[in-house]
């Protein structure tokens, strides 16, 4: 089972933690919020942003990062030190 802790040299290898840089800064935020564990609801309140407009960040980012769900999400945010 792999560790959870990173090498700085694991992430800079990485061809995924390398596309965070193509998130815009709110994309990287809502990433953060993510990772954190916000839910939709809850990071759409935080950002003072509709439930709607999360979702069309949530998918964008997917989109850009190349994954699929949530998970994914968190392992490339953790890896970029996001969290």
């Known amino acids: 089972?792999?560790?959870l802790a990173f090498k700085a040299s694991e992430i800079q290898s990485s061809p995924?933690?390398?596309l965070i840089h193509d998130l815009s800064d709110r994309e990287?935020?809502?990433l953060r919020l993510i990772a954190m564990g916000r839910s939709t609801k809850m990071?759409?309140?935080e950002l003072n942003i509709s439930v709607g407009t999360a979702e069309t960040?949530?998918?964008s980012i997917m989109k850009k990062l190349k994954v699929?769900?949530?998970a994914g999400m968190?392992?490339?945010a953790v890896k970029a030190g996001l969290v």
């Open 1 to 3: 089972m792999q560790s």
């Open 16 to 18: 995924k933690s390398t």
């Open 28 to 30: 990287r935020e809502v």
């Open 43 to 45: 990071l759409a309140d």
């Open 57 to 59: 960040h949530r998918h």
């Open 68 to 70: 699929s769900n949530v």
């Open 74 to 76: 968190v392992r490339i």
